[in-house]
């Protein structure tokens, strides 16, 4: 019998998260077209982790991939079910989830797994990616950087929608490595008041590069974003890193984790 999963705080914001962010996944597509089309084949089998709204998972999957997107957010997998009705969406923790290796790509983004708030379970996650990837399979996916939040995450805004108001508050804690975004959502009709609050971790380079390792990873790449360009190797004066890298083309059973502690890193 399959666990329960508690609410996630993306239930409260996932219909205007979709109206507003949903499309923003889309962005991603130049990226993976450059980095990941040219090492896959045509219909390959991926997973989006994190799929959220769809948007991502059914876009690919129009383009004769073959998706499966996980969230851990019922809402958000309620709208993902409209904008993908075609691709099969499971609802559960990208921390600890278990599938057969059968994936040739799996694929998270628009800074997910910034949600993971501990290396150990960053570590986790990276695990779980590693056993449902078939050997010689491929993990992409972007985290925010610091200098990401520096310049984009102290700062207020407010949206006007047809029956809403939305109050949207970003906040970065440069010496906790602490995102916080506070949105409150006051719908016209009736008067009623959602609030929404949701934290992301800003996760040293270092400690990533640490923790893909310690989950069997190898052939780890970087890149940065840079005035909308990937560029290699320049994490450190990216906003938005890219990671990609890779499960070993070895027997499934030959994995062992290592044992060396993630390390601080820039």
């Known amino acids: 019998m399959k666990a329960e999963l508690p609410p996630s705080s993306y239930d409260g914001v996932a219909e205007v998260y979709d109206l507003y962010w949903g499309t923003a996944s889309l962005l991603w597509l130049r990226t993976f077209g450059l980095l990941v089309l040219p090492r896959i084949a045509r219909g390959a089998r991926i997973l989006d982790l994190c799929c959220g709204t769809g948007r991502l998972a059914g876009e690919l999957s129009r383009r004769g991939f073959t998706l499966v997107g996980l969230d851990g957010s019922r809402e958000m997998l309620r709208h993902g079910r409209k904008n993908a009705p075609t691709v099969p969406l499971i609802e559960a923790d990208a921390r600890r989830f278990g599938m057969r290796p059968s994936f040739d790509v799996v694929l998270s983004t628009f800074d997910s797994l910034n949600h993971i708030l501990t290396l150990n379970e960053l570590q986790s996650a990276f695990?779980?990616?590693?056993?449902?990837?078939?050997?010689?399979?491929?993990?992409?996916?972007?985290?925010?950087?610091?200098?990401?939040?520096?310049?984009?995450?102290?700062?207020?805004?407010?949206?006007?929608?047809?029956?809403?108001?939305?109050?949207?508050?970003?906040?970065?804690?440069?010496?906790?490595?602490?995102?916080?975004?506070?949105?409150?959502?006051?719908?016209?009709?009736?008067?009623?008041?959602?609030?929404?609050e949701l934290r992301q971790r800003c996760h040293a380079s270092g400690?990533?590069?640490?923790?893909?390792?310690?989950?069997?990873?190898?052939?780890?790449?970087?890149?940065?974003?840079?005035?909308?360009?990937?560029?290699?190797?320049?994490?450190?004066?990216?906003?938005?890193?890219?990671?990609?890298?890779?499960?070993?083309?070895?027997?499934?059973?030959?994995?062992?984790?290592s044992a060396r502690r993630a390390s601080k890193g820039a």
């Open 127 to 196: 695990r779980c990616v590693h056993d449902c990837l078939r050997p010689g399979g491929l993990f992409f996916f972007d985290l925010n950087t610091e200098l990401g939040y520096l310049r984009h995450w102290n700062d207020s805004s407010e949206i006007v929608g047809d029956d809403h108001t939305m109050k949207v508050t970003a906040l970065y804690d440069r010496t906790r490595r602490l995102g916080l975004f506070r949105a409150t959502i006051e719908h016209r009709a009736g008067g009623q008041v959602e609030e929404v």
């Open 207 to 257: 400690d990533v590069i640490s923790a893909l390792e310690a989950g069997g990873f190898t052939d780890i790449e970087t890149f940065g974003l840079e005035q909308e360009a990937i560029v290699p190797d320049c994490l450190d004066s990216a906003e938005r890193a890219f990671y990609l890298c890779k499960r070993p083309a070895a027997a499934a059973g030959a994995f062992r984790p």
